[in-house]
């Protein structure tokens, strides 16, 4: 079983950047395809970002695509996650996640604490 631990949310003005991690522990992580999911207050957590263990294939939300880039690191045991352009709507606690590739929850069965990140107009 993997753990997850994220790091790296914030307060940015509006056109920044943040770059979140995701460190998890266990020797099964590159099993996994890694994902980002997130929760704005008031709505339900919604998919944002997945990569499958090799790296190789990258998915994305019409919300975020080509703005945040997702990628893993297997010698690290880390999946970051670099949001630029950023924008208010963005403000949401970001989940990592490991599962099942696929864009619902339920495909994840392993979740992080969460990392809040706001942004400001």
């Known amino acids: 079983q993997v753990q997850l631990v994220e790091s790296g949310g914030g307060l940015v003005q509006a056109g920044g950047s943040l770059r979140l991690s995701c460190a998890a522990s266990g020797r099964t992580f590159t099993r996994y395809t890694m994902a980002w999911f997130r929760q704005a207050p008031g709505k339900e957590r919604e998919f944002a970002a997945a990569?499958?263990?090799?790296?190789?294939?990258?998915y994305y939300a019409d919300s975020v695509k080509e703005r945040f880039t997702i990628s893993r690191d297997n010698a690290k045991n880390t999946v970051y996650l670099q949001m630029n352009s950023l924008k208010p709507e963005d403000t949401a606690v970001y989940y990592c996640?490991?599962?099942?590739?696929?864009?619902?929850?339920?495909?994840?069965?392993?979740w992080g604490q969460g990392t809040q990140v706001t942004v400001s107009s």
């Open positions: 996640a490991a599962g099942n590739f696929g864009t619902a929850r339920h495909n994840y069965d392993v």
């Open positions: 990569i499958v263990w090799s790296g190789g294939n990258t």
